[in-house]
């Protein structure tokens, strides 16, 4: 939809519903850079006052258009990282590299944005020592939010033949595929999950953050909802 589209049903949304955030789920929403520009110039000429994130590629940021995002409103982005690595990004067909990443997350802390990292590992192919190097460099990011991601063989894809290929097929439902890696099951891989998980989000100054920004109650609520998510994954997965 075109900018003024967007802002027209935010408008709708602000007069209508009482909305103050609103998390747009496109999965690369500054994918037309100039459209993002002209929404900005869309909530600046009709006065409009709400918070809002949205999902981007790290290689579609620049100084200018994040500022400006920041400028009207956007709080929060959430980028697919993936790997730490980049012969796993290239392996994935990713089309960005290390340095790329790492200037979108610091672009974000400068204009005071906060991200969301999402991060696959025990990836088939991935060493043990890749996923390594990716925690590190999560750690390094600093992310206000990690997801890890068991990857899940997609048909058509050259990941999905490669997983058939080299026999590492933990569970099939139809055409999707549960893959083991080649140093770690599946179930370990959901388990793997949830530590990361717990060990990133749950750090003090991570928590602190969001404490500021939500306060006790609705932190509370967030923490419990997401760690009954991650057993019911994990539970699905045995």
């Not at 918070?51 to 790290?58: D, M």
């Not at 100054?205 to 909802?225: P, Y």
Request: proline letters at 3%; a positive charge; aromatic letters at 12%.
């Amino acid at each position: 939809m075109s900018a003024k589209r967007v802002a027209d049903e935010v408008e709708h949304m602000l007069t209508h519903f009482g909305s103050r955030s609103i998390y747009f789920r496109e999965d690369h929403f500054t994918l037309n850079r100039q459209r993002v520009l002209d929404f900005c110039e869309e909530i600046r000429r009709r006065g409009l006052s709400f918070e809002w994130g949205c999902e981007s590629r790290v290689d579609a940021l620049d100084d200018y258009l994040v500022k400006e995002m920041a400028a009207h409103g956007c709080s929060s982005i959430y980028f697919g990282v993936e790997s730490g690595t980049q012969r796993v990004l290239d392996f994935l067909n990713k089309g960005i590299k290390i340095d790329q990443i790492r200037k979108a997350f610091q672009l974000c802390k400068k204009y005071h944005i906060k991200t969301g990292a999402s991060v696959m590992f025990g990836l088939p192919g991935q060493t043990m020592e890749e996923s390594k190097e990716t925690l590190k460099f999560v750690w390094e990011l600093d992310p206000d939010w990690t997801y890890f991601s068991a990857y899940i063989g997609l048909p058509g894809s050259d990941m999905y033949e490669y997983i058939k290929e080299k026999g590492l097929i933990y569970r099939q439902w139809e055409s999707l595929i549960l893959p083991n890696s080649e140093f770690m099951t599946w179930p370990q891989k959901l388990k793997y999950k949830q530590r990361a998980e717990i060990f990133f989000n749950l750090r003090p100054k991570v928590m602190f953050r969001h404490l500021k920004r939500m306060g006790v109650r609705r932190l509370t609520e967030k923490v419990i909802t997401n760690l009954r998510r991650t057993i019911r994954a994990l539970k699905m997965g045995q």
